[in-house]
C-alpha cells in the first residue's frame, strides 16, 4: 500500500479551483493501492491537520479548521511525516496558480526530500511567470505574441506609449504571474490600457502587455519528460467572448468543450509538436497543459504552459489525459505517481 498526502487549496485566487481538482483526484484513486491523506492549506498558508478520504461531492466539505500561526501548522505537518518512509510516501501538490505551481511547495518538498508528482521547483516557476516564459520561447525561436512588460515601480506614460507604437491595439493585458486568466483583459484604446494594467497589478508585481493573436486557443495534454513525451489531441472551448476569460472558462453555459478541436490530421500533428518543443523549452517534467494559438492561416503561438492544470472533472487536462490512453482518470494518476517515484529515485 502507498501513502499519499493530497494537499489543496492554497492562497491563491484558484483555491476553489485546488477544491475540485483534490475531491476529483480523491475519489480517483484506487483505495486498494493508496491509502490517502488530505491536507487543507488555507488562504494565509497554515495546514490541516491530515484527515481520511470523505465521502461527498461538495468540495468545500474539504476546507478544514486550521491553526492560526502558518509556521506550527506546517511544523505539525513535518511531524507526521516523519514517520513515513519517503520510498512508499508520495505528495500529490493538487495547488493551482501562486504557492501551488511557482514553485514555492515543489522547493519545500525537495527540501524535506519526499516525491511528488509533477513538476519540479525551476520549471514550475519558470511557467508561471509569464515574463519568463516568453523570454525563454523568444530565445528558442518559438512563435509567439509580441510582448512587453513593466514593474508596478516602472508603470509610466511612456510604457503605455511604447506599447501601443510597438505591438498596436488591440492587446491583452495580464498578470505576469496568476492563472485562470485571472485579473487578464481586452484592450482597445490608451484609457483602456490604464486601467487593465492597473487591475494586472493587483494580482502581481509584474503586468506583461500582449498583441492579441487573432485565432483560436487549442490545449493539449501532455505527460512525461525530455524526448519521452505523450502528447494528447488538442482541445478547444468554443466560446462568443472576445477571448477566453475566466467567466468564459467556468460560468458561461454557452461555452462549448470541443474535444477533441476539428482540425485536419496535418495541422493537429503540427500543433502537437509544437506543444513538445515548447514544454522541452521551458524544461517541464511530469506533466502539463500547453496552450497554444491556432490562426486562420494555420500558424501556430504558444500562449503558456500551466504546470499543474485543474484535475477537476470537466477539466482539459483530466479529459484529454483519459482520452489519450482510452483509460480512467485512476490510471492517469497511477502513471503519475509511478513517474513521480521515479524521478525521486
Do not use: W
Not at 491536507?39 to 481520511?52: C, L, Q, R, T
Not at 465521502?55 to 505537518?77: G, M
Not at 487573432?214 to 482541445?235: F, H, R, W
Request: aromatic share 12%; charged share 30%; net charge negative.
Amino acid at each position: 500500500m502507498i501513502n499519499v498526502f493530497l494537499l489543496c487549496g492554497g492562497p491563491s485566487s484558484e483555491h476553489e479551483i485546488s477544491l475540485r481538482s483534490a475531491l476529483n483526484i480523491s475519489l480517483s484513486l484506487d483505495k486498494e493501492k493508496y491509502d490517502t491523506k488530505i491536507v487543507y492549506i488555507d488562504k494565509n498558508g497554515a495546514f490541516s491537520k491530515p484527515f481520511d478520504i470523505i465521502d461527498t461531492k461538495d468540495e468545500f466539505e474539504l476546507a478544514k479548521e486550521t491553526d492560526n500561526n502558518v509556521a506550527r501548522s506546517i511544523a505539525d505537518f513535518l511531524d507526521t511525516l516523519k514517520n513515513y518512509d519517503p520510498t512508499n510516501t508520495i505528495i500529490i501538490p493538487a495547488i493551482h496558480g501562486t504557492y501551488g505551481e511557482d514553485g514555492t511547495i515543489q522547493g519545500f518538498l525537495d527540501c524535506i526530500r519526499f516525491p511528488y508528482i509533477g513538476n519540479g521547483l525551476l520549471s514550475s516557476a519558470i511557467c508561471m511567470d509569464k515574463v519568463t516564459t516568453n523570454d525563454i520561447f523568444e530565445k528558442n525561436g518559438l512563435s509567439q505574441a509580441k510582448y512587453l512588460y513593466t514593474y508596478k515601480e516602472g508603470f509610466d506614460e511612456e510604457f503605455m506609449k511604447r506599447c501601443i507604437d510597438e505591438i498596436g491595439l488591440p492587446l491583452i493585458v495580464k498578470p505576469s504571474a496568476n492563472g485562470s486568466s485571472v485579473g487578464v483583459s481586452k484592450v482597445e484604446n490608451k484609457d483602456q490600457l490604464e486601467e487593465a494594467i492597473i487591475e494586472a497589478l493587483k494580482y502581481d508585481q509584474k503586468a506583461l502587455v500582449e498583441e492579441l493573436v487573432d485565432g483560436q486557443e487549442i490545449e493539449i495534454a501532455i505527460i512525461g519528460q525530455g524526448d519521452n513525451l505523450d502528447a494528447s489531441d488538442p482541445a478547444a472551448y468554443i466560446t462568443d467572448h472576445k477571448f477566453l476569460d475566466y467567466d468564459a472558462k467556468y460560468f458561461d453555459k454557452k461555452t462549448i468543450a470541443q474535444i477533441p478541436y476539428q482540425m485536419d490530421d496535418i495541422y493537429k500533428n503540427q500543433a502537437i509538436e509544437f506543444a513538445k518543443e515548447c514544454y522541452k523549452a521551458a524544461g517541464c517534467e511530469g506533466f502539463a497543459r500547453v496552450d497554444i494559438f491556432y490562426t486562420k492561416d494555420h500558424r501556430f503561438f504558444i500562449n503558456e504552459i500551466n504546470t499543474f492544470p485543474g484535475f477537476t472533472p470537466t477539466s482539459f487536462f483530466a479529459r484529454l489525459a483519459m482520452d489519450m490512453y482510452k483509460e480512467s482518470f485512476s490510471y492517469v494518476l497511477d502513471k503519475l505517481i509511478e513517474d513521480g517515484f521515479r524521478r525521486f529515485k
